[in-house]
């Protein structure tokens, strides 16, 4: 099985405890608060006035035309049906990087490259970028995105944690053979509605619609993510919260040795001595993080919600044992 942060499930069943704050992934932890669901949310098929609402909003946010846009049950779903609608043979994933684009490729049969320079990903049928990365925060500008695709045959830029860092999106000026994949549920915090786009010419979101069904979103995804994506006061304000606790969380770590190697709005990546024992000294105070099977000294953390949590981090360093 591919390696992912989430699994509170096995914390839990080694440490024990039930209060834990779950730090192993990129999900706000402030999130946006929804309000009731309507009746029709909850017993009507979603309908194509539900989704062009949605969608309209989405466009806004992303600077980009409404039909250019595909909601999808999360962007896991559009990086799931991506490598059957597009031909070819030849992948280029830029690594290291969120294990589902290889993964995906691998599994729909195509052979996949992981170069650690975007050089490498020169001449694939199917190139992938994640931007800003995950883990490393690594980011490429617009003009630099532009310049890869005109050397693939075509390229997804999955911005999952581009919300904060609109100046990063190529959503509003993309090269005619990118595919953009946004998430819903890391900014917003609602990663349980499973929602997210696609955002690419029309002839390949009519593919991509053909292989997600004909309700690829839930009523409810589709009504909580409108009125999420038309609070832009409150996409506002967690932006500039999430940069001062960006901040915090890294003096906090960072006065106890720990280096930092970058990251995002919504995680921060550290090298330690051995991540399985910083994990673990953690683990015990009930907070769960992030290491990597392939790399035993990166440690990756996110955002703690409020100041209980971050008090809560700096007094697991205090603990005894």
């Not at 915090?189 to 786009?197: E, I, K, M, Q, T």
């Not at 609070?231 to 006065?255: G, M, Y």
């Not at 930092?260 to 001595?273: D, K, N, P, Q, W």
Request: proline share 7%; hydrophobic share 45%; net charge negative.
């Amino acid at each position: 099985m591919r390696d992912h942060g989430g699994d509170i499930d096995k914390a839990a069943n080694r440490f024990g405890g039930t209060d834990w704050i779950d730090l192993s992934t990129g999900i706000n932890r402030r999130s946006w608060q929804a309000g009731p669901l309507s009746a029709h949310a909850l017993t009507a098929l979603p309908t194509q006035q539900d989704q062009a609402r949605l969608c309209a909003l989405a466009a806004v946010r992303f600077g980009c035309a409404s039909e250019q846009i595909l909601p999808l049950a999360g962007a896991s779903a559009a990086i799931q049906l991506v490598p059957h609608v597009i031909p070819g043979q030849r992948a280029a994933v830029f690594s290291p990087t969120y294990n589902e684009h290889a993964g995906s490729l691998r599994s729909a049969g195509w052979q996949v490259a992981e170069p650690h320079d975007p050089a490498g990903l020169s001449g694939a049928d199917l190139a992938v970028i994640v931007n800003p990365n995950n883990p490393d925060g690594r980011e490429f500008t617009p003009a630099q995105i532009a310049a890869i695709a005109a050397t693939v045959g075509h390229l997804v830029v999955d911005e999952s944690f581009a919300d904060p860092r609109p100046d990063l999106s190529v959503a509003s000026e993309r090269p005619d053979n990118v595919i953009v994949l946004r998430s819903f549920g890391k900014f917003w915090g609602l990663a349980g509605l499973r929602l997210g786009f696609a955002i690419a010419a029309p002839d390949l979101l009519t593919r991509l619609a053909e292989r997600a069904g004909p309700w690829p979103v839930s009523g409810p995804a589709l009504e909580i993510g409108a009125q999420a994506l038309a609070d832009a006061r409150w996409a506002d304000d967690t932006v500039v919260w999430l940069s001062e606790a960006t901040l915090h969380l890294d003096q906090i770590l960072t006065a106890q040795g720990w280096n930092l190697i970058g990251g995002t709005h919504l995680f921060r990546l550290y090298e330690v001595a051995e991540a399985r024992a910083a994990r673990d000294l953690l683990a015990r105070a009930g907070i769960w993080s992030r290491i990597f099977p392939w790399h035993d000294r990166w440690i990756r953390l996110g955002i703690p919600g409020n100041r209980r949590e971050f008090d809560r981090l700096a007094q697991a360093f205090k603990a005894p044992g």
